[in-house]
């Protein structure tokens, strides 16, 4: 089963943090790009952060306030999200895809888990 698993999130106040876990089985850090998108209703669905090997990347709306990580022990892709803002109420996604997905087309992703849902109040 490769299907991703979201964790983490909740509801929080304006200027709050929310941490996201993503559990991806079969995860091998060096050839698997690991995205966070979101979706909030009427919207499309969003790029926010991916991480491949080292390298991060982070779409501008978050960029400062979010930070994407592996850990390691734990064989997840965490979402540390800091200062969040009404705007950044969504569900979120955990997608798996490969070196050469790109955060700003999600179907290059493949395994997408159930989401978790994040809501930030004013």
């Known amino acids: 089963q490769v299907q991703p698993a979201e964790s983490g999130g909740g509801s929080v106040q304006t200027g709050g943090s929310l941490r996201l876990s993503c559990e991806v089985s079969g995860y091998d850090y060096s050839i698997h790009r690991i995205g966070w998108f979101r979706q909030a209703p009427g919207k499309e669905r969003e790029g926010v952060a991916a991480?491949?090997?080292?390298?991060?990347v982070y779409s501008d709306s978050v960029k400062g306030r979010f930070t994407i990580s592996r850990d390691s022990a734990k064989n997840t892709v965490d979402l540390e999200m800091n200062s969040l803002k009404p705007e950044d109420s969504a569900m979120y996604y955990c997608?798996?895809?490969?070196?050469?997905?790109?955060?700003?087309?999600?179907?290059?992703?493949?395994?997408w888990g159930q989401g978790t849902q994040v809501t930030v109040s004013a």
């Open positions: 991480i491949y090997r080292g390298s991060t």
């Open positions: 997608a798996r895809g490969w070196d050469g997905s790109s955060l700003s087309d999600p179907d290059q992703f493949r395994y």
